[in-house]
């Protein structure tokens, strides 16, 4: 099926319109109109090919909300019509320990990310949400509520999910100090979510402009992170601290403000290395770890948590033919908090 999209085709090219086959539904897959699409600031890190690894042309997007199109004559779940969700996942063995315990994305034989991945149906690689439709087996797509705005859902299959997991994973609830650093789309995800695990939230960020939104996203506490003195009054007290900068920056900074046993979670991927002074860890048997977005089964509970609590992100919607410059702004921390794409801008325009 001629699908119509944006692509990249080089790490120095703008985004540009691009057409490509997506496959005849077999008859587990849900083929799905994809009405919005977030733009994750790992999108730029891909398209710019800042990881390695960029395969082009390359069609981003991986926070995807649409409507089911067309099922095939085996899927049980969806129905022509529902509302459905895809992540950052759309396949992985399905056997090994990883799949068994739910958690695709750290299959053994590897996952299948929504794009820039081997796609074994087509033989070339797979093509993300910053596109008309897409075709996805039934187990990788998710339910939404029917509770939530949709273009302030997407940003959900991400950013929510990469925010949730660690912090359920290191028991975030009522009464923890947790720390955010950074305040983007994971970010302010990471707010509204520790907020609601009832946690005691405090952000750091680099930029004064962010101080009142901040609190209003639910901050308790918001802290300047070029303040020394302002830092120096949170050591040793936080029991979790998710740091979402994905850029070369001082972890010590974060890591000294963990009480005993206190955990770091990193999930911003900055392209280079980032030094760890050890006796931050040794002194207080403090730990520091990484999270990778979070599983299906995971990421429906986020989702229908997010239901329960009212939870979306803060958005700006865009029409794709601004998506170039979507990237030079959330490239310079300009967006409160997430870019979406009205995708029914995609066939206005053709
Ligand atoms: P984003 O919207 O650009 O937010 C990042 C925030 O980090 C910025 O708003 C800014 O917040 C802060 N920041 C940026 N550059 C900085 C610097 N040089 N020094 C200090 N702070 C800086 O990006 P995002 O979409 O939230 O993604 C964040 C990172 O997570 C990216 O690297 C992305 O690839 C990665 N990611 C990882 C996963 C995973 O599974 N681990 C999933 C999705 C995304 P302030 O203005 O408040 O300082
Ligand atoms: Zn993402
Ligand atoms: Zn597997």
Redesign the pocket.
């Known amino acids: 099926m001629k699908t119509h999209s944006y692509a990249a085709t080089s790490a120095t090219t703008p985004l540009a319109p691009f057409s490509f086959e997506r496959r005849t539904p077999g008859e587990r897959d849900v083929r799905i109109e994809i009405l919005y699409c977030g733009i ?3 999108d730029v ?1 891909t398209v710019r090919n800042e990881w390695q690894g960029t395969t082009y042309p390359c069609v981003p997007g991986h926070e995807i909300v649409g409507r089911v199109l067309e099922v095939g004559t085996k899927v049980t779940t969806f129905k022509e019509g529902d509302i459905a969700g895809v992540g950052c996942l759309v396949d992985s063995c399905r056997t090994c320990g990883s799949c068994e315990e739910h958690l695709e994305q750290f299959c053994d034989e590897g996952a299948v990310f929504t794009y820039n991945s081997a796609d074994k149906h087509s033989g070339g690689t797979t093509f993300g949400g910053y596109s008309e439709s897409i075709v996805v087996d039934e187990a990788f797509v998710l339910r939404i509520p029917e509770n939530l705005d949709l273009a302030g859902t997407a940003p959900l299959l ?2 929510g999910i ?1 925010t949730y997991s660690p912090m359920r994973h290191h028991q975030v609830t009522r009464g923890k100090k947790v720390g955010i650093v ?6 302010h995800m990471g707010v509204k979510l520790a907020k609601a695990f009832g946690a005691h939230v405090v952000v750091f ?3 004064p402009d ?1 101080v009142e939104d901040a609190r209003r996203l639910g901050a308790d506490e918001v802290v300047l992170s070029n303040d020394e003195s302002a830092m120096n009054q949170h050591l040793n007290s936080f029991h979790f601290i998710l740091d ?6 001082d972890i010590n900074a974060y890591l000294v403000l963990l009480r005993r046993d206190g955990n770091l979670t990193q ?3 900055a392209p280079e290395p980032l030094a760890v002074d050890v006796s931050n860890l040794i002194f207080g048997r403090r730990s520091f770890s990484g ?3 979070g599983g299906l089964k995971e990421t429906q509970e986020m989702l229908d948590f997010c239901g329960t609590h009212q939870i979306t992100s803060d958005i700006e919607l865009i029409p794709i033919q601004e998506v170039n410059d979507a990237y030079d702004r ?1 490239v310079k ?1 300009d ?1 409160k ?1 997430r870019f979406v794409i009205d995708m029914a801008s995609l066939n206005q325009a053709l």
């Open positions: 994750c600031h790992s890190h991400c950013a990469t950074g305040l983007g789309g994971l970010g960020t680099t930029s962010k979402t900068v994905g850029a070369k920056h999930v911003g991927v999270s990778l977005i959330l921390g967006v908090y």
